[in-house]
């Protein structure tokens, strides 16, 4: 059974910080690369942070430098900080593994509201 728990959303103002977490089930996590995705009203949902089991990470061009994923593999639990925080990172942030381009998994958890705003 996939169990993804994610925390730590909240309302932020521009130029602040949020760190996100999230709780994995061993299925999914062990051996995974794992990432958080988020979505925006209206838009599809979007890999912006990614974290290979051995810890190489990747990012969106929208979050390089500002955020940071990890991972804490005998928690099974993934971590992004949010630094720099602008308007534009309004959206609800997901945590799943990270499969094969274009292809997106199939359950997912309930999501960490993140608002940014003044």
């Known amino acids: 059974q996939v169990q993804l728990v994610e925390s730590g959303g909240g309302l932020v103002q521009p130029g602040g910080s949020l760190r996100l977490s999230c709780a994995a089930s061993?299925?999914?996590?062990?051996?995974?690369?794992m990432g958080w995705y988020r979505q925006a009203p209206g838009k599809r949902r979007d890999l912006v942070a990614a974290?290979?089991?051995?810890?190489?990470?990747n990012y969106a061009a929208s979050v390089k430098g500002r955020f940071t994923i990890s991972r804490d593999n005998d928690k099974s639990t993934v971590y992004l900080q949010m630094n720099t925080m602008k308007p534009e990172d309004t959206a609800v942030y997901y945590c799943?593994?990270?499969?094969?381009?274009?292809?997106?998994?199939?359950?997912w958890g309930q999501g960490t509201q993140v608002t940014v705003s003044a």
């Open positions: 799943n593994a990270v499969l094969a381009p274009g292809i997106m998994p199939s359950r």
């Open positions: 061993g299925s999914i996590f062990s051996g995974n690369a």
């Open positions: 974290i290979a089991s051995g810890g190489r990470t």
